[in-house]
């Protein structure tokens, strides 16, 4: 899965001559955090979020109530957006770990996705890969969500494949995780419908020194 | 794209041969006899009658047109036996005919019965003597013949011993003279070799009266049009991607106004303003030499304002007109959607296609600017083509009249042939065609 | 994963709750001032569309479509102004916007492709500069850079050899190629919001098809939000989510494509569905029942519900009340369907009967086709050819030195026409069908072949027959704005035919006559002092058709006779065509593009292709296997109203040859999807010309394919 | 709603002739433009009918004091030779408006001014060659467009004088100068209009029905394109009232004794540092007729236009 795949595409771009407060409506109307600022062609010149839009208490201060909405009325996304080359962002060609590690590296939760020239053509945030994971473990679909134990060893999931090429399953996701308290063993988390609990626990359970471990319907 | 160049210039020459054809029967044929008005109306029938012979106006019309298009000197060339030339006159500088015998350039001429030949020295006199006596043939009924070149640019045929009373228009006025010649054939190149012939009114030859008034026109045009173009073009464009505005309404109606107000009405109101009660500009164009419009560029003044303000609204409406229906065509607002700024909209995308219709219309319209051409320069008196033909036709000076219309219908032909090149390399749908 | 079943793309499955609509219409009202007042041209019109969804919208002309396209882009004229409303896009309001914001928006996040490309492209530029300042402009970056991407989009699109067509003109490219290069200069900036206004209204079927995949494929790769307007519902079902049907500046209902086409609850919805004929129906087994009445003009439209004039269920309350777009049934779909009537949920389109007033034709398909059978040939073509010479551009052309060519709009077609019977025939514009009738009829002189038209010789044109032979062969015209001459009353107009052919021998008679004939194309007497301009466009075809019938003609040639009418119109011309037909006998020859209609209207079929008849035979015979491959590409081309209609996908490729130099041996082979099927990938097909090859009575194949081959197609539509 | 009734066999609502026609005429009053050129153009009808009966002064009595300038007896002034002004002008309106005077000492005049017939006659033959070019095409089209070619050209005022030099000067003169001037336009416009008339599906009807090619080219195609034409009339004569004007001032236009609006300016400009009113009011008459009559056009177009659509 790349960036492209997973990414939000055309957000919602805002230009840096807006007032910081159109900004905060388009916000908070649309249930977003981050906005691109863009100008003419959607080329990327910095991004706003939640968290620069709170006022700073420092700024504030020595300001009376009417200089402050003045200050208010008067201040211009570009004056307190993240500026482009403080920006992190990522192309939409790479893949959706690597996008995934520039957010959790950096400590944040939105990364622009541009082109060659710089345009944005989308965005990736900490919901869009959260939901790529979903979406990797077959989410959307209903069905039996299986977690297969197996040993850290090359042939292992082939011999899982067979038992489930020979029933003719289909597997809507399929997901591995070094099992964290169990060196040496990789769980598999397999998708798959219209299937009983009680056939599958039959099949599996058959292959040698893999063990099936959660079957569960619900999520 | 060369089918229809061709098909262009193919038609350009048909219509040229169409108008001689026309505007030589009309004149020459349509208009009664001209010696009337040389001679006057108490001159007698046979005065006429021999003036006509001496003007070759007793030839055919179809020889006459043949005469005036291609020439006749090939033509009497077979009667004299010798070629033809033209030689400038030192003095004067007009072209003088000869005949070439045996390389001396040769002319003859009858006084007293007597034939004397003329040969052109190289200084530009001529040294009379006798012609021989062999010059002279045996005619069909066994009288003497001699076809020759008279002083007058005629290729004639003497009769010896019966010369013919002929009258002649002098200053003092018609003198009859005797040893006439029995035939003329009025030497002249045709129009195809830029020889019109001789003016009737002055005698002298067109093609030398025509040239510095031609000059004179083509700089008053020239600077009009020059003036009007982009002037018109940009007033035109304005109103039209602004239509319906305030300036629109401005430069629609002020455009109409003067476009639907005669030359002549306008001129008359600008010497009116101009030079009666401002007197900054002279109402009349009084040339006292040749070069006055070089020396006094002041004197073309009002002309060409008059000229402009006619020329100006027509142009300048067209354009208008174009530029409305472009802007309002689906490829301007498939400009307009793609986000193109409003200049760019304008000056990309509408303007060049705004401008392939007028400019055939422009091109096709210096017939017009010709006619306000004529009445511009009788109202000041300017020197130019128009109050050429004007004058021309007045008297009814049909040599002058037809070479003078021929060339501003030429003009008129080669403008519109430059309009259709102009509109070929603006519409790719022709030139990729 | 192959072993992944059906899974829906994550925004048709899993809409993220908190996604917001790329596109937000709220209670649109758009007004235009005229002279005296204004009109609202669109009423409380609101939809959203969310990315990667195509969002249809459909109605006749006049309803007010197209404005709500242009109100977006806010591009209403100098007189035009939402009234009232908003729209959002992306969050951000675009009525009143800063018009220099707007200009940025334009181009870069919101595209537009409309109707006619050959009128959207700007005739003397190169389509390199077109589509590249679309780059310079917004984004500016240089022009080779630019013209790179140009070609990549170019690319992208299908289009072939894009670095040639980037230095081309308009008119150097056909209409199909047109079009895509709109579509890529739309999408050249990655536009969140596509507005695609009849995209493919003025292409031929193949291309509309391939067009339509394109805006499919594409939607899906980039994720672009469309709005699509179309008049045609099988369009509109084959590339959008979700439809809204617009009526006299209303939409009147909205719901998910399936759920439209499946559960229309609108009546005028209902009613567009019915008059629609469905690909394979013929007029037999179906009827096709008209909407009556017509679409008023904006000022004109009733204080009440904009459709009861035409409602078959209207209610005093309909008259009173104006009905609000409101959801449908229960609250689960309460989101997804919405309607405007007051009543729909007490409708139930399948108890539907037609009025009694509606016309109706009654035919006896059975005892139609046996009488067809039995009957006399009474039209014979044999061989029948026109060409046209055309004159080259070169130098040697011009001089009369050049090679002499023709154009072979038609090319030896044969065929006989019974008696009374309807011979339908299809295909693409430049096919020669328009000649070929012209050619019957004599506007043209034909180049070569026999005709025979009750046994007399028609190769000749009109100047050279005799006046009984031209009493016999009429034709209706496809043009409604055209076909009647503006300068003449009604009356006047079928009175000329009636003169002219010495069929009354009074005023008196004349009149009675006309006015006979107005009844039988069901307008009454008083129409007899209108002018054209006073009649809507059913109402001048119908004119046209009295006119036709006039001399009481054996044979009615008519040259797309509904093709330019809105679909309600056109089934009830239709529905008089055929009961004209049932009442005098007439033989007929229908030229349309539309193969419903054909199917429908039609006893037997005849498909061209490049001048020639490619394959003849009975309707139902031509929609079935065997048939020819290039009526299998052009079946499978049709868009068909039914969403849940399975069509294979059989695309062509390349362009129509040139009549000029048609393809020797068949004139199919260089786009043929099926040579594959025979030796040597098909050589036969380069060298020799196929056989007619006799599939069943009356129904001949021109291909070298065998028949048992073609029988074994596998059917391209399956309901 | 017009449910119809196939039993009703009634013809209702037959219009009048009189109401067809003003129907067509009220468009003109549906512009502002049109309106205000018709009245300038009326205006003028009006002073040329009241001096066929009345005129302050004999138009050609010189019994004032010359170069007067506007004053309470003669309103707009006198001539050179003093004649008034006023007379002179209304006179005018005459033979370009109202009346054609015959050659010969009969002195018949038939009505309708020589700008009038000048522009019928152009229109006349216009219309025909251009309905044919167009119609019929190929060979017609070719020869007839290349004889207007020629004839378009001449520079206008460069034919008149050719006509005017071989056929001298007369009111038949001028009007046949101003046909033959105008005659290529007429037909240019007409060929135009019949190029695309002829496309149309009710052509198509009448050849179907084998009509012929005149009944065609004057009763299918002449009828559809009146509005141009009548447009292009206007302007025309417009044209012509300019055209007698500029042969009036350059002396070759209008045979006296009426007096001529062009003359009048040529006769007036020789005085011009003595008495200016006299060039003013002729030239001011010209100006408004030729105005009113392109207003009157322009306007009349736009409604067509809009009409149409």
Known sequence: MLVRDCMTRHPILISPNWSASEAERLMSENRIRHLPVVEDGKRLVGLITRQRLSMKPEMLGSLNVWEISRYLADLKVKQIMIKRKSLVTVEEDRS????????????????????????????????????????????????????????????????LTRVIADRGWGVMGIGTFPSRRNPGFFDAVLKIPNVTEEEVRAELSKIEEQKVIDVRSIV | MARFLLRSIISTFVTVLLVSIALFFLLEVGSGDITVKILGVFSTEEQRASYRAQLGLDAPPWQRYADWLIGNDWRAASYTGFPLVTEDNLQTGEAEWWADVNGELARWTMEDGELFMLTRQPDGSSNQEPAAADVWQIGENGEELFWGVDTKGNAVKWVRGAGEPVWVLTKAGLRQEGDGPRQYIPLRKGLVRLDPGKSLQTSRPVAVTLFPRVRNTLILAGVAFLVVMPLALLLGIIAGINEGKWIDRVISITSLGATATPEFVTGVFLILVFGIWLKWLPAVSV??????????????????????????????RMTRASMVEVMDSAYIRTAIIKGMPYSRVVLRHAVRNALMAPITIIMLHVNWLIGGVVVVEVLFGFPGLGKYIYDAAIFGDFNAVEAAAMLTVTIAIATRLVGDLAYTFLNPRIRYA | MSTIAERKSPTEGIRRPDEMPVLRVDDLSVAYKVRDGEVEAVQDVSFEIYRGESFGVVGESGCGKSTVAWSIVNFLGANGYVKRGR???????????????????????????????????????????????????????????????????LERVYMPDPKDVMGRYPHQISGGQQQRVVIAMALLNNPALLIMDEPTTALDVTVEAAVLDLIDELRHEFDTAILFISHNLGVVARVCNRVGVMYAGEMVERAPVTEIFANPSHPYTQGLIRCVPKLGADKSSSVLYPIRGRVP????????CGFSPRCDYIEERCRAEKPKLRPLG??????????????????????WTPPEDMEIPLLNGEKRAAETAAAETILQLDGLSKFYPVSGSSLKDMLGVGEKRQVKAVNGVSFDVPKGSTLGIVGESGCGKSTLIRTIIGLEESSGGQAQFLGVDITDDLADRSSEIIEELQMVFQNPDSTMNPSYTVGQQIGRPLRRFNKVNSRAEEQAEVIRLLNAVRLDGSYYDRLPRQLSGGEKQRVGIARALASRPELVLCDEPVSALDVSVQAAVLNLLMEVQAEYGTTMLFIAHDLSVVRFFSDSVAVM???????????????APPYHPYTEALLSAVPIPDPSAKQAHIRLEGNVPSPLNPPGGCPFHTRCP?????????????????????????????????????????PVIQQ | MSVVSSTANLRTNRPSR??????????????????????????????????????????NANEFTQNLSPNSINILGTDHLGRDILSRLMTGTQVILLKTRLPGDAGIDIPGGVALWGVFFSLLVGAVLGLNAGYRGGWWDQSIMQVLDAMIAFPSIVLYLVIIAALGQGDLVVIVAIAVTGAPGVARLVRSLTLDIKTRDYIRAAETRGESVNFILFKEILPNARGPILVDAMLRVGYAIFAIGTLGFLGIGLPPPDPDWGNMVNEARRTIFVNQWAVVWPAVAIATLVIGLNLFADGLREELTRFQK
């Open chain 3, 609 to 623: 292709y490049l001048g020639q008849v490619m394959e003849i035979g009975p309707a139902e015979a031509i929609y």
């Open chain 3, 674 to 714: 099926r040579r594959n099927l025979l030796p040597d990938n098909g050589a036969i097909c380069a060298q020799e010309v196929p056989p007619w090859q006799q599939a069943a009575e009356g129904h001949r194949i021109f291909c070298h394919i065998p028949l048992e081959t073609l029988a074994e197609f596998e």
């Open chain 4, 18 to 59: 009189l109401q067809s026609w003003w129907s067509g005429v009220s468009i003109v009053f549906e512009s502002r433009i049109a309106t205000v050129g018709l009245a300038m153009v009326a205006f003028w009808f009006i002073v040329g009918i009241v001096s066929l009966f009345w005129t302050p002064y004999p138009p």
């Open chain 1, 96 to 159: 959706v770990e690597r996008a995934a590690s520039l957010m959790s590296e950096n400590r944040i939760g939105c990364l622009p996705v541009v082109d060659d020239d710089d345009a944005v053509v989308g965005v990736v945030t900490e919901v869009d890969i959260s939901r790529a994971f979903q979406e990797m473990l077959g989410l959307p679909v209903d069905g039996l969500r299986i977690t297969v134990r197996m040993p850290n060893r090359p042939g292992e999931f082939a011999k």
């Open chain 2, 287 to 316: 040339f006292l030499s040749s070069d006055a419009i070089f020396q006094d560029p002041k004197l073309i003044a009002l002309p060409v304002l008059t000229l402009t303000a006619v020329e100006l609204g027509y142009v300048a």
């Open chain 3, 87 to 153: 729209i959002l896009f992306q969050g951000q309001g675009l009525v009143g916007k800063d018009p220099e914001e707007l200009r940025r928006l334009r181009g870069d996040q919101i595209a537009m492709v409309y109707q006619d490309p050959m009128q959207a492209l700007n005739p003397s530029m190169r389509l390199g500069d077109q589509m590249a300042e679309v780059l310079t402009v917004h984004r500016g970056i240089s022009r080779s850079e630019a013209d790179k991407r140009c070609v990549q989009m």
């Open chain 3, 297 to 304: 003009a904006p000022d004109k439209r009733p204080s009440g």
């Open chain 3, 330 to 351: 229960d609250a689960l779909l309460a989101d997804l369907h919405s309607v405007r009537c007051h009543f729909a949920e007490e409708i139930d389109p399948g108890a």
